[in-house]
């Protein structure tokens, strides 16, 4: 079935460093992918999406790479900060029709 | 309000117990999802409307679990005979346009289902 894997499900980088983390999905009809943080008993918040007709999405620290062909995405953090210390998933939609699957999740912790 | 809005945000049940979780989206928002959420995993999708139609419920893991949104706006997930193994955070979220849009969603601050 549909399903979007998501690497690695711990990183520990130090303040400062870059974080990357890395998606591939299954559906090759997904064409729409976001990222979200989600803090300790928060809501996921949208930090950048890409679409699939461009193959890289930066803001500020945060940018987004996808490659279609592999179906697989990538988030990069660089300049990591504290305040940065999260879980990050990523998703894929639509997916068999109209869902959107998630990834397991990345627990990213930035030390001070 | 300004956001996805859920109630209530904590709800302990004993199992057998049916339970009602409510979501009021985004106004305007024409979409709207259920996740489930288990600890320490990704959302799971359960269900979608586009407006007051219910378009995907693939992801509804019994009969025990119903969704509506009857006139397009707030929506309400019914558990029925809950089980343990039903206790997680359940996740509203509303996008603007229909799903294949490409919209982002915003999501809810959820509730959270403990079930003894």
């Known amino acids: 079935g549909e399903n979007v894997e998501q690497h690695p499900s711990t990183l520990s980088v130090q303040e400062g460093d870059s974080a990357v983390i890395k998606c591939t999905y299954s559906d090759s009809a997904s064409n729409y992918f976001p990222w979200y943080k989600q803090e300790l008993g928060k809501r996921p918040q949208l930090i950048i999406d890409i679409r699939s007709n461009v193959g890289e999405k930066k803001d500020q620290r945060i940018a987004v790479t996808l490659n279609k062909t592999a179906k697989h995405f990538s988030l990069h953090i660089t300049e990591t900060q504290p305040e940065d210390s999260a879980v990050y998933f990523c998703?894929?939609?639509?997916?068999?029709?109209?869902?959107?699957?998630f990834g397991a999740g990345t627990r990213l912790f930035v030390k001070a | 309000g300004a956001g996805v809005s859920q109630s209530p945000r904590y709800k302990v049940a004993k199992r057998g117990q049916d339970v009602a979780l409510r979501c009021d989206p985004i106004s305007g928002h024409v979409s709207l999802f259920w996740y489930q959420q288990a600890l320490g995993q990704g959302p799971e999708f359960l269900t979608y409307f586009q407006n007051e139609a219910q378009l995907d419920k693939s992801g509804l893991p019994s009969d025990r679990f119903f969704a509506e949104r009857p006139e397009g706006s707030v929506s309400t997930l019914k558990i029925q005979r809950t089980q343990q193994e039903d206790s997680a955070v359940y996740l509203c979220?509303?996008?603007?346009?229909?799903?294949?849009?490409?919209?982002?969603?915003?999501f809810g601050d959820g509730t959270r289902l403990s079930i003894l």
């Open positions: 998703a894929a939609s639509p997916t068999g029709g109209f869902k959107t699957i």
């Open positions: 979220a509303s996008s603007l346009a229909p799903s294949d849009s490409n919209q982002p969603q915003h």
